[in-house]
C-alpha cells in the first residue's frame, strides 16, 4: 500500500488559483495511476483528472483547460494545478493511487480542502 498525503488547499477568490501536492510514501514509479477526485457537499465524490505512469493525463471535462497534472519522481508527488477557478469547484479533494502489484487496490488520501469564494 502507499499512505498519500494532501497539501494546498485553502480559500481563493473567484478566477484565481491554487496547487494542490500530493506526497506518496513510496517511489511514484511503483505507482501505475494516480488521480485527483474531489466532493462537495451533499455531492457524490467525481473524478477531476488522472496521470499514468507514462504521464498520459486526463480531465473532467468541468476542469478541462483550467487544470493541470503533473508527476515529480524526485520528490514522488502529484500536482494539481488549478486556474480560473470558480465556486463551483469548491469541494474536498482527494489524492488517489493504484500500484502496480497489488493490481487495482484503491488508496485514498485524506482530503484537503478547497474554497472559491469572494
Known amino acids: 500500500q502507499v499512505q498519500l498525503v494532501e497539501s494546498g488547499g485553502g480559500l481563493v477568490q473567484p478566477g484565481g488559483s491554487l496547487r494542490l501536492s500530493c506526497a506518496a510514501s513510496r517511489s511514484i514509479s511503483s505507482i501505475r495511476f494516480m488521480a485527483w477526485y474531489r466532493q462537495a457537499p451533499g455531492e457524490q465524490r467525481e473524478l477531476v483528472g488522472s496521470?499514468?505512469?507514462?504521464?498520459?493525463?486526463n480531465f473532467a471535462d468541468s476542469v478541462k483547460g483550467r487544470f493541470t497534472i503533473s508527476r515529480d519522481g524526485a520528490k514522488n508527488t502529484m500536482d494539481l494545478q488549478m486556474i480560473s477557478l470558480k465556486p463551483e469547484d469548491t469541494a474536498v479533494y482527494y489524492c488517489y493511487a493504484e500500484l502496480w502489484q497489488p493490481f487495482g487496490v484503491p488508496n485514498w488520501g485524506q482530503g484537503t480542502q478547497v474554497t472559491v469564494s469572494s
Open positions: 496521470i499514468t505512469n507514462t504521464g498520459s493525463t
